[in-house]
């Protein structure tokens, strides 16, 4: 890697770097910053409706002190900021995400983002996985690297343009977005975006020369999510899990037509080397692409948790807890219990005579009229007595013999499904009252408890609390935006306790179930091989194999077991109240989970557990950074 002094840009690229103490005046209106790294998290902290990440970018916008902007502190307003997701949308003024007053100093938050004609190599994932893909057919990489750190990158580099260019007319399956973006900017590219090019570019070739063993290659890069469906409905192939395949780009020995064609249709085999061959003989790598190996996010998990251990839909979270909990938010059979089935606001009534149908209306809102203890007898006769629980409930509304009796056989044929009126969550929440808002208070306090005494059991677990929800402060300023971090509260605590509470006792379960979310990070839904491809970097290595998911399990498991004999922590969850003060409305929630163990240590992923949209209720489970032992025992209070 060149000293940082070698690059031409390396002023342009300081810039970038300063704190930007964004409140003062010599940033205009329309100045761009992002948050440092190590402040995203206590940013999150203390905002409302959407937490970002290090995509987010803020532009100066002028001082307001609207009732409608949420304030960050508690003194005079310094400055304004409109929030985006992206550079993209910043860019354009489009899709604003929130807008923001800061009352307290924010200097020491933010970087200053320069709007250049750069690559934002961090954001633009299309472009850097496209420079990678350049690798596998790029020759003479190592002698422009070496011209590169000798000062020589202005000589080399008209001819490295060149060569670029002509790899990306060669016909591959190139990602459209990638392409053109290089295509279009690489003449004003500042130097320092052509180094990393270059890096990105050697990452793969040193890969090529390593491990690759056929020549001809081919690549699906843009056509990558056929290469999923193809796979996922190939019935010799074993796909498991939720998240898609977690490979960005397929190396091959064949076009990439033929390769998806083969992989929905042919059994696959392959070596100790991650080299897969189909039946028909076409070989192929399966290859994730990364700028580096420190520092990437881990990836998300959520869908995996949901169905692996079983939580409820998200509409029914939140009518249990406020006291609805009969009310499920998919179709079912009357036979889940009459006085259920009496609460409910159908919308359809199927093969059911007409004159029911109508009946039925008069039913429901009959039953709603009845008393709470009517109904739960009802409930009870009906789960021991069903027909006589229809004739009952027949008497009681009028229903007339003949209808009593094609209700009766409708029942029994199991042809009276129905379908629930859809809901929605956010409807929901809007709607919530103080009282709902304090049933979520009540609640999260004691699954905090109740999975607190669980962990306080087990020494390999353990629990950290910061603050305290304050029902007074809630009570008086609720909005939605509350309503949506406390369900995701009450979400995650249901998360930790279905993984956790049945296994704290049973390490050889609740280490596996915990390998199991890592493999689903890491793989996805594809059983096959998998490598991990990096740009060069002095003292690191530009490849990782990962093996397939099965190994990596086996592998990761037998790490932490180490022959049985437990020696680490195994998991433990944090919670800190929302805002500057320590009792607050809504707690942000971490999980740290082992994921191995090197050199006698071991590592942790930081799970976060919330949200990720803004006005609108999202639930995500997604590993944040790889964590240290040490790191482990200093959040967690251990020695």
Same mark, same amino acid.
């Given at each position: 890697?060149?000293?940082?002094?070698n690059?031409?840009?390396?002023?342009?690229?300081?810039?970038?770097?300063?704190?930007?103490?964004?409140?003062?005046?010599?940033?205009?209106?329309?100045?761009?910053?992002?948050?440092?790294?190590?402040?995203?998290?206590?940013?999150?902290?203390k905002?409302?409706?959407?937490?970002?990440?290090?995509?987010?970018?803020? /532009?100066k916008?002028?001082?307001?002190?609207?009732s409608?902007?949420?304030?960050m502190?508690?003194?005079?307003?310094?400055?304004t900021?409109?929030?985006?997701?992206?550079?993209?949308?910043?860019?354009?003024?489009?899709?604003?995400?929130?807008?923001i007053?800061?009352?307290?100093?924010p200097?020491?938050?933010? *970087?200053?983002?320069?709007?250049?004609?750069?690559?934002?190599?961090?954001?633009?994932?299309?472009?850097l996985?496209?420079?990678?893909?350049?690798? /596998?057919?790029?020759?003479?990489? %190592?002698?422009?690297?070496?011209?590169?750190a000798?000062? *020589?990158?202005?000589?080399?580099?008209?001819?490295?343009?060149?060569?670029?260019?002509?790899?990306?007319?060669?016909?591959?399956?190139?990602?459209s977005?990638?392409?053109s973006?290089?295509?279009?900017?690489?003449?004003?590219?500042?130097?320092?975006?052509?180094?990393?090019?270059?890096?990105?570019?050697?990452?793969?070739?040193?890969?090529?020369?390593?491990? /690759?063993?056929?020549?001809?290659?081919?690549?699906?890069?843009?056509?990558?999510?056929?290469?999923?469906?193809?796979?996922?409905?190939?019935?010799?192939?074993?796909?498991?899990?939720?998240?898609?395949?977690?490979? %960005?780009?397929?190396?091959?020995d064949?076009?990439?037509? %033929?390769?998806?064609?083969?992989?929905?249709?042919?059994?696959?085999?392959?070596?100790?080397?991650?080299?897969?061959?189909?039946?028909?003989?076409?070989?192929?790598?399966?290859?994730?692409?990364k700028?580096?190996?420190?520092?990437?996010?881990?990836?998300?998990?959520?869908?995996?948790?949901i169905?692996?251990?079983?939580?409820?839909?998200?509409?029914?979270? +939140?009518?249990?807890?406020?006291?609805?909990?009969?009310?499920?938010?998919?179709?079912?059979?009357?036979?889940?219990g009459?006085?259920?089935?009496?609460?409910?606001?159908?919308?359809?009534?199927?093969?059911?005579?007409?004159?029911?149908?109508?009946?039925?209306?008069?039913?429901?809102?009959?039953?709603?009229?009845?008393?709470?203890?009517?109904?739960?007898?009802?409930?009870?006769a009906?789960?021991?007595?069903?027909r006589?629980?229809?004739?009952?409930?027949?008497?009681?509304?009028?229903?007339?013999?003949?209808?009593?009796k094609?209700?009766?056989?409708? +029942?029994?044929?199991?042809?009276?499904?129905?379908?629930e009126?859809?809901?929605?969550?956010?409807?929901?929440?809007?709607?919530?009252?103080?009282?709902?808002?304090?049933?979520?208070?009540?609640?999260?306090?004691?699954?905090?408890?109740?999975?607190?005494?669980?962990?306080?059991?087990?020494?390999h677990l353990?629990?950290?609390?910061d603050?305290?929800?304050?029902?007074?402060?809630i009570?008086?300023?609720?909005?939605?935006?509350?309503?949506?971090?406390?369900?995701?509260n009450?979400?995650?605590?249901r998360?930790?306790?279905?993984?956790?509470?049945?296994?704290?006792? *049973?390490?050889?379960?609740?280490?596996?179930?915990?390998?199991?979310?890592?493999?689903?990070?890491y793989?996805?839904?594809?059983?096959?091989?998998?490598?991990?491809?990096?740009?060069?970097?002095?003292?690191s290595?530009?490849?990782?194999?990962?093996?397939?998911?099965?190994?990596?399990?086996?592998?990761?498991?037998g790490?932490?077991?180490?022959?049985?004999?437990?020696?680490?922590?195994?998991?433990?969850?944090?919670m800190?109240?929302?805002?500057?003060?320590?009792?607050?409305?809504?707690?942000?929630?971490?999980?740290?989970?082992?994921?191995? /163990?090197?050199?006698?240590?071991?590592?942790?992923?930081?799970?976060?557990?919330?949200?990720?949209?803004?006005?609108?209720?999202?639930?995500?489970?997604?590993?944040?950074?790889?964590?240290?032992?040490?790191?482990?025992n200093?959040?967690?209070?251990?020695?």
């Amino acid at each position: 890697m060149l000293p940082f002094n070698n690059f031409n840009q390396s002023k342009e690229l300081f810039a970038t770097l300063l704190e930007a103490n964004i409140q003062e005046p010599r940033y205009p209106d329309g100045s761009f910053v992002v948050l440092k790294s190590d402040k995203i998290s206590a940013f999150n902290s203390k905002v409302d409706g959407f937490v970002a990440n290090e995509k987010y970018v803020f /532009v100066k916008a002028p001082l307001s002190a609207a009732s409608n902007i949420q304030v960050m502190g508690d003194g005079e307003p310094l400055v304004t900021l409109d929030v985006y997701a992206n550079i993209e949308d910043a860019q354009a003024k489009n899709k604003k995400v929130r807008t923001i007053t800061w009352t307290s100093n924010p200097n020491n938050y933010y *970087n200053h983002l320069v709007a250049t004609d750069g690559i934002n190599w961090g954001r633009d994932t299309p472009t850097l996985e496209t420079v990678q893909c350049i690798g /596998v057919f790029f020759k003479g990489i %190592d002698n422009v690297i070496s011209e590169m750190a000798a000062g *020589n990158l202005h000589k080399i580099r008209p001819q490295f343009e060149k060569d670029v260019l002509k790899v990306l007319s060669s016909g591959e399956d190139w990602i459209s977005k990638g392409k053109s973006k290089i295509v279009d900017k690489i003449k004003d590219l500042p130097d320092k975006d052509i180094i990393t090019m270059a890096h990105l570019i050697q990452g793969m070739s040193d890969f090529m020369t390593d491990i /690759v063993t056929f020549g001809s290659p081919h690549i699906i890069h843009g056509k990558i999510d056929d290469y999923y469906k193809s796979e996922e409905k190939n019935i010799l192939v074993q796909v498991d899990g939720v998240k898609n395949n977690t490979a %960005d780009m397929i190396l091959c020995d064949s076009s990439a037509s %033929d390769l998806i064609k083969a992989i929905g249709l042919e059994k696959v085999e392959y070596d100790d080397k991650g080299l897969c061959s189909t039946n028909g003989g076409i070989k192929f790598y399966q290859v994730s692409l990364k700028k580096a190996a420190d520092g990437a996010q881990l990836g998300k998990a959520t869908d995996l948790i949901i169905q692996k251990f079983g939580l409820p839909a998200y509409i029914d979270i +939140f009518k249990q807890v406020v006291g609805e909990n009969y009310h499920p938010s998919h179709i079912q059979y009357i036979d889940e219990g009459f006085g259920d089935f009496l609460k409910k606001s159908w919308n359809k009534l199927k093969d059911v005579a007409k004159s029911i149908s109508t009946m039925f209306s008069k039913f429901i809102e009959g039953a709603k009229k009845l008393a709470r203890g009517w109904i739960n007898g009802m409930k009870s006769a009906f789960k021991s007595e069903s027909r006589a629980a229809i004739n009952d409930f027949s008497r009681k509304f009028g229903l007339k013999p003949k209808e009593t009796k094609s209700l009766i056989e409708s +029942f029994d044929s199991g042809k009276m499904m129905l379908t629930e009126a859809k809901e929605s969550i956010n409807e929901r929440l809007k709607k919530a009252s103080p009282r709902d808002i304090e049933a979520f208070v009540d609640s999260i306090n004691t699954r905090i408890s109740n999975l607190g005494s669980v962990y306080d059991l087990h020494d390999h677990l353990d629990h950290v609390q910061d603050g305290n929800l304050d029902k007074r402060k809630i009570r008086s300023n609720f909005d939605i935006d509350v309503a949506i971090k406390l369900l995701a509260n009450e979400a995650a605590l249901r998360t930790l306790n279905r993984i956790f509470t049945d296994n704290a006792s *049973n390490i050889d379960a609740l280490v596996t179930d915990l390998v199991s979310i890592q493999k689903e990070i890491y793989f996805g839904k594809t059983s096959l091989p998998l490598y991990k491809v990096y740009g060069s970097a002095e003292g690191s290595h530009s490849y990782e194999y990962l093996g397939t998911a099965a190994d990596f399990q086996a592998k990761k498991e037998g790490q932490i077991k180490n022959k049985g004999e437990l020696h680490y922590p195994i998991s433990g969850f944090g919670m800190s109240a929302s805002g500057k003060s320590q009792d607050s409305r809504y707690f942000n929630i971490e999980s740290w989970i082992i994921t191995g /163990v090197e050199n006698g240590q071991s590592t942790y992923a930081q799970m976060r557990m919330g949200t990720n949209q803004a006005g609108s209720f999202s639930y995500i489970v997604e590993g944040t950074k790889q964590r240290s032992l040490k790191d482990y025992n200093k959040r967690f209070g251990k020695p």
